[in-house]
T-cell receptor
Framework: AQKITQTQPGMFVQEKEAVTLDCTYD???????LFWYKQPSSGEMIFLIY??????QNATEGRYSLNFQKARKSANLVISASQLGDSAMYFC?????????????FGDGTTLTVKP | EAQVTQNPRYLITVTGKKLTVTCSQN?????MSWYRQDPGLGLRQIYY???????DKGDVPEGYKVSRKEKRNFPLILESPSPNQTSLYFC????????????FGPGTRLTVT
């Protein structure tokens, strides 16, 4: 089985500041993929960033970076220079291999509010 | 335009009346999956398909059926809907393998009374 835990139901950040959204995971797979998705109030799901379990470097995509600490089983999303448009729900997710091939597990999400 | 489409977008129905939510993708993706989203519970996987004629249960399959007769289509069937299946449903697709992001449909808001 695989599990994703997001412990922050809601977060606030001031515009232009950086914010870290926490994600811890658990899996028995030797290799796996970790993802972050954004869901604005309009409801669509938007892919942000991917980290493979064997990747040596932390993933970055523009203002998004993933702080991957494999030993601690954490995959935190860092958003730099927050913008008002970053206000949304953010989901951490995992895809597995072996017995979990095809399984896709999401956390409960963190609602981020960016204050002007 | 690469996309995942779902129909209908909104549906209000009554307990026990069979319904189908269609999902179609135009990206030739091998993998497709259905999720339900409930407040405070994130997205929970209902069923997934690794390829044509290959489907498997996710975490919450009870009360749902799926089929994958063609690569592009992955319908979700509720044979006897109940009020606890009131939810927001998402279909998603991706290339095969753990390293590929999923492309999501716009969602179907289902209410069962």
């Amino acid at each position: 089985a695989q599990k994703i835990t997001q412990t922050q139901p809601g977060m606030f950040v001031q515009e232009k500041e950086a914010v870290t959204l926490d994600c811890t995971y658990d899996t028995s797979d030797p290799s796996y993929g970790l993802f972050w998705y954004k869901q604005p109030s309009s409801g669509e799901m938007i892919f942000l960033i991917y980290q493979g379990s064997y990747d040596q470097q932390n993933a970055t995509e523009g203002r998004y970076s993933l702080n991957f600490q494999k030993a601690r089983k954490s995959a935190n999303l860092v958003i730099s220079a927050s913008q008002l448009g970053d206000s949304a729900m953010y989901f951490c997710a995992m895809r597995g291999t072996n017995t979990n091939a095809g399984k896709s597990t999401f956390g409960d999400g963190t609602t981020l509010t960016v204050k002007p | 335009e690469a996309q995942v489409t779902q129909n209908p977008r909104y549906l209000i129905t009554v307990t026990g009346k069979k319904l189908t939510v269609t999902c179609s993708q135009n990206m030739n993706h091998e993998y497709m999956s259905w999720y339900r989203q409930d407040p405070g519970l994130g997205l929970r996987q209902i069923y997934y398909s690794m390829n044509v004629e290959v489907t498997d249960k996710g975490d919450v399959p009870e009360g749902y059926k799926v089929s994958r007769k063609e690569k592009r289509n992955f319908p979700l069937i509720l044979e006897s809907p109940s009020p606890n299946q009131t939810s927001l449903y998402f279909c998603a697709s991706s290339r095969g393998g753990m390293s590929y992001e999923q492309y999501f449909g716009p969602g179907t808001r289902l209410t069962v009374t």
